[in-house]
């Protein structure tokens, strides 16, 4: 990246100040931030089955946001991610109709003053009769306790 790109932003003192520091704190300082967003991705992970109410595409800072608002109106953010390696996220939104049943895994929180929403990472359509079937191969399974007791297995 030339010099001369980098004085076409508007932030020209602060790339300023960057020329004036070691490049090891440069370093250091994306290393805190690749190293943050990576853990908020993994920390925030969830799996739901969410009913679509609609979807809606806007533009932000020349980029295009597509979301997918579900029947409790939350909304989700349909992108391509490098930590879950997916970067088919225009497929998976022209997908989605109103009303299917899809079983999501996003990442991410809802602040409204920040303009963030959670991420989907992985959707997956269901059948109403695939519904149950999915939720149960997924979901974690504890042992009955009346069943431990009557074996004498503690």
Aim: proline share 4%; net charge neutral.
């Amino acid at each position: 990246m030339s010099r001369s790109f980098i004085y076409k932003f508007k932030f020209i003192k602060f790339f300023e100040m960057i020329d004036d520091l070691p490049p090891t704190y440069i370093m250091n300082g994306i290393g805190f931030m690749v190293t943050g967003h990576a853990l908020y991705a993994a920390s925030t992970q969830k799996t739901h089955t969410i009913v679509v109410k609609n979807k809606y595409e806007f533009c932000r800072n020349g980029f295009s946001e597509l979301i997918v608002v579900d029947e409790n109106n939350n909304h989700y953010n349909v992108n391509n991610s490098f930590w879950f390696w997916k970067w088919n996220s225009i497929e998976d939104w022209n997908r989605v109709e109103p009303k299917q049943h899809l079983h999501i895994h996003y990442y991410g929180w809802r602040s409204p003053i920040l303009g963030l929403f959670p991420n989907i990472v992985r959707m997956k359509q269901l059948d109403m009769n695939d519904d149950e079937e999915f939720a149960n191969d997924h979901r974690i399974v504890f042992p009955d306790y009346n069943k431990l007791v009557k074996y004498n297995i503690k």
